[in-house]
């Protein structure tokens, strides 16, 4: 696997977990891992949005051009199954748009968008088989990974609400790939509880993934 820094230990758990599809996995998340480098880094969201926007370009054109050539890149390109999993990862490059862009007004229409296309395109862009079914569960582990790590406490708050109000419409066992199992179960059961993703891998949500790794559940 690729090594990264930026892989955190509930990635590293995950990616464990993902058999043959372990190397999708690793893309994805040095792509969404990337996207919320930029998004952290942002002091202008316009320069933000520029780099956002080569990500896209970049995935989105029908052949590898010169201008848009990096290892990662080209990684994600040259991915089995990329045709199936490219609109999966520009909406996940669009959710990280619209919280960069955000301007402080409607924070439930800003979340649903968020979700719908970090979560929901990066869950699609794995399993493209699961359709609406992996985006639903991508989009309640979106708002789950957010509100964990935000210092906007009502924004927290707001992701949570949401986030609980999707969790009660989905069943106790994702019907997903095991990998993608862990993240929506973990994000099922603390946001039907009115938490958030811990900030670090605790005893507790070490103990949920592994659970969910063996069981479904």
Do not use: K
Not at 37 to 60: F, H, N, T, V
Request: charged content about 25%; glycine content about 10%.
């Amino acid at each position: 696997m690729m090594e990264t820094p930026e892989n955190t230990p509930v990635q590293r758990l995950v990616l464990s977990a993902a058999g043959r599809r372990a190397r999708r996995a690793e893309l994805l998340f040095a792509l969404d891992n990337e996207c919320a480098r930029i998004a952290r880094a942002a002091r202008e969201p316009m320069m933000a949005q520029i780099r956002l926007a080569w990500w896209r370009d970049g995935l989105a054109s029908a052949d590898a051009l010169p201008a848009h050539r990096s290892p990662m890149m080209d990684a994600l390109r040259a991915m089995e199954g990329f045709p199936a999993a490219r609109d999966g990862l520009i909406a996940l490059i669009d959710g990280w748009e619209e919280l960069i862009l955000w301007d402080g007004e409607e924070p439930d229409a800003m979340l649903r968008a968020y979700a719908s296309g970090r979560g929901g395109g990066l869950f699609e862009a794995f399993a493209p088989e699961r359709g609406e079914e992996a985006r639903r569960w991508g989009r309640l582990w979106a708002l789950w990974d957010l509100a964990g790590h935000l210092d906007e406490a009502e924004l927290a708050r707001a992701a949570i609400r949401q986030g609980g109000e999707l969790a009660r419409g989905l069943p106790a066992r994702p019907l997903l790939p095991r990998a993608l199992a862990m993240l929506g179960g973990a994000a099922r059961r603390d946001l039907a509880r009115g938490g958030a993703m811990p900030a670090a891998l605790t005893p507790g949500l070490y103990m949920r993934l592994l659970r969910l790794q063996i069981f479904g559940r």
